[in-house]
């Protein structure tokens, strides 16, 4: 066991934004310090002595992008040794799923940009984020199959195809929409209402949909099955 | 951001034992230094600064305990101000699976005993170390849920009471075996030999079986979808 350690602590932080038009994208800021300086990389940067580990995260998110956001959820801890040119230093790292409308971007402190990148266009990223970014997006991805998401990234009431949409984004894959109409339905999370959505083509008009606050709060905690 | 870190960085593993007469346990140490001397802790230490968290985790339990693992999968970092009462120290923490008899348990370094407890009958422990070990039950139990388990822990072949009970220990609750054996039987990863299981009490001898190991990897992999 080493007598003295020299091992720095970090975090960074993956915030993927989905609108149905854009689809999933990830935050970056363009660094304006030393290693990797003009590199894209997640927000993120050492933790204070006395600071929480998600206020730690929490403070350097709102510091280079302007963003606040207090429900990231940890995803895992990277610290292979040579990560970081410059010392060794491990990064506990969180993601959460967002609206990016809502945020107004602001870089700042270490960081001279700030963007939405679409998760299929990422640029040339610092250290191991690319790594990172990979392992958020699985970890995603296998979230949304046990917990359902989209209250705070749907309008309030919208056309079954968007909840559809979103999970195909999220997946990055087709999936069976009778199956999923089926499956959604039986969970409860989602009501029909009786509203018609705005005819944009020849289509027939289908029932707007809302969710049930209750009982989707209720699955997030208890979890789904969602084999798609 | 700080200029200047102060930071421990250690990592803790929580190693589950199985065995069908036991149930589960978890190995811990009796620390024979301060704080908490000749309290019951998780095996687990500083990192070196050279040093990968995987090998940090492995070298202390095998100097702690004596007990070579090398398939430990990360849980979660725990990293609150206070959590150690000598100075703020952050603990990647490890868990893993085993069946306790392949070990033979040597006590050395900061550890002055090691030993198995039952998962209900756990001891007063060191640090915030009865939440983690909490948490990692928590995540077991998910984990039996979309990946099979068993093939390391089980007689090469085994009556099906075996699995069930296996299950059941984990869970720590009841479950519909008739449902049970329908899945497992239905996701492939174990088969029915034609040997019957040697009788202890008046009952019907029922068949044994056996892991299909190739299925069982496979699935490993792909994950399962148990719904319990």
Redesign the interface.
């Known amino acids: 066991?080493?007598a003295l350690?020299?091992?720095?602590?970090a975090v960074d932080a993956v915030v993927f934004g989905y609108t149905s038009k854009e689809g999933l994208s990830v935050l970056l800021i363009k660094r304006n310090i030393q290693p990797f300086k003009n590199t894209w990389a997640l927000p993120g940067?050492?933790?204070?002595?006395?600071?929480?580990?998600e206020n730690a995260v929490q403070r350097?998110l709102k510091?280079e992008t302007g963003v606040n956001i207090n429900y990231l959820e940890?995803l895992?801890?990277f610290?292979?040794?040579g990560r970081d040119p410059r010392n060794?230093a491990?990064s506990?790292t969180y993601y959460g799923l967002v609206k990016p409308d809502v945020f107004e971007l602001h870089a700042d402190?270490?960081a001279s940009d700030v963007a939405w990148f679409n998760i299929k266009k990422l640029p040339q990223l610092a250290f191991d984020h690319a790594e990172i970014i990979s392992a958020a997006h699985t970890r995603l991805k296998s979230k949304i199959l046990y917990q359902p998401v989209g209250f705070e990234l749907l309008d309030q009431k919208f056309p079954f195809s968007e909840l559809e949409k979103l999970y195909m984004a999220v997946l990055d894959r087709p999936i069976d929409r009778r199956n999923f109409k089926k499956k959604v339905m039986k969970f409860g999370f989602l009501e029909e209402t009786t509203e018609k959505q705005a005819l944009e083509g020849a289509g027939r008009p289908g029932n707007l949909f809302r969710f049930n606050t209750e009982k989707y709060y209720q699955l997030q905690k208890q979890g789904i099955?969602f084999?798609l």
Chains 1, 2 share one sequence.
């Open positions: 066991m080493p350690q020299n091992i720095k602590v940067g050492l933790v204070g002595d006395d600071e929480s580990l350097e510091e940890q895992y801890t610290g292979q040794p060794r491990i506990i402190t270490d099955n084999e």
